[in-house]
């Protein structure tokens, strides 16, 4: 009987509420696999927004780990932007794959890092950069956008900030306080975790209190 290779998903999408979920990206990416004789031995989804930097996405951090340490062969993942904000978030991801001999597979761009044949694919890192960059630039015109539009709301007389009475949900202060709650977790004291995450002690206790650390 021929192994199959052993493959990971990740998958992830920038709300952390119902408005968007990662079972489409986990559906194809498994139906992918099954079709290209791969196993798949780890599934890994995050709900964190795309504005966030590499080090703050700890479950990819845990899925890279996870696939270096247990011998699996391929990471799948939707699209190129699912593994970094900019083009140099997403080269590191790939060049930490390359160096332990991991594939990456990209679904929506058709890209894969090694070639069937085990050949790297000497294209790889031109084509990362060019779609890394036009990804970037789209994120700056939506960035733009959205301003132009709250200037004029605010010129119009319109009011930012969250209503009154409003609160935050738990999934939002999980995302906002992800570093605080990982440090308590580790076993860092309050005050420790106050300085390592730059908020005070009291926020901190809250946190601890709340999430029952």
């Given at each position: 009987?021929?192994?199959?290779?052993?493959?990971?998903?990740?998958?992830?999408?920038?709300?952390?509420?119902?408005?968007?979920?990662?079972?489409?990206?986990?559906?194809?990416?498994?139906?992918?696999?099954?079709?290209?004789?791969?196993?798949?031995?780890?599934?890994?989804?995050?709900?964190?927004?795309?504005?966030?930097?590499?080090?703050?996405?700890?479950?990819?951090?845990?899925?890279?780990?996870?696939?270096?340490?247990?011998?699996?062969?391929?990471?799948?993942?939707?699209?190129?932007?699912?593994?970094?904000?900019?083009?140099?978030?997403?080269?590191?991801?790939?060049?930490?794959?390359?160096?332990?001999?991991?594939?990456?597979?990209?679904?929506?761009?058709g890209l894969s890092?090694?070639?069937?044949?085990?050949?790297?694919?000497?294209?790889?890192?031109?084509?990362?950069?060019?779609?890394?960059?036009?990804?970037?630039?789209?994120?700056?015109?939506?960035?733009?956008?959205?301003?132009?539009?709250?200037?004029?709301?605010?010129?119009?007389?319109?009011?930012?900030?969250?209503k009154i009475g409003?609160?935050?949900?738990?999934?939002?202060?999980?995302?906002?306080?992800?570093?605080?709650?990982?440090?308590?977790?580790?076993?860092?004291?309050?005050?420790?975790?106050?300085?390592?995450?730059?908020?005070?002690?009291?926020?901190?206790?809250?946190?601890?209190?709340?999430?029952?650390?």
């Amino acid at each position: 009987m021929i192994k199959m290779k052993a493959a990971v998903i990740y998958a992830r999408v920038s709300s952390t509420g119902e408005r968007q979920s990662t079972s489409r990206q986990v559906a194809d990416l498994t139906d992918y696999a099954n079709r290209n004789g791969l196993e798949v031995v780890g599934v890994y989804e995050e709900h964190i927004s795309g504005a966030k930097r590499n080090e703050e996405r700890a479950v990819l951090a845990e899925c890279i780990n996870y696939a270096v340490t247990n011998g699996v062969e391929v990471v799948l993942f939707s699209e190129l932007s699912r593994c970094g904000r900019a083009v140099w978030e997403v080269l590191d991801t790939i060049r930490t794959l390359k160096d332990n001999g991991i594939n990456a597979y990209f679904q929506k761009e058709g890209l894969s890092l090694f070639s069937a044949d085990g050949k790297e694919n000497p294209y790889l890192a031109v084509m990362v950069s060019v779609l890394g960059v036009c990804a970037q630039i789209e994120r700056e015109n939506i960035t733009y956008r959205l301003n132009s539009g709250r200037a004029k709301y605010i010129a119009d007389g319109g009011k930012l900030g969250r209503k009154i009475g409003s609160v935050k949900t738990k999934e939002r202060k999980q995302e906002e306080y992800g570093k605080v709650i990982r440090s308590l977790r580790a076993g860092k004291s309050i005050r420790d975790t106050a300085a390592i995450c730059g908020v005070s002690a009291s926020t901190v206790q809250r946190v601890k209190k709340e999430f029952g650390i």
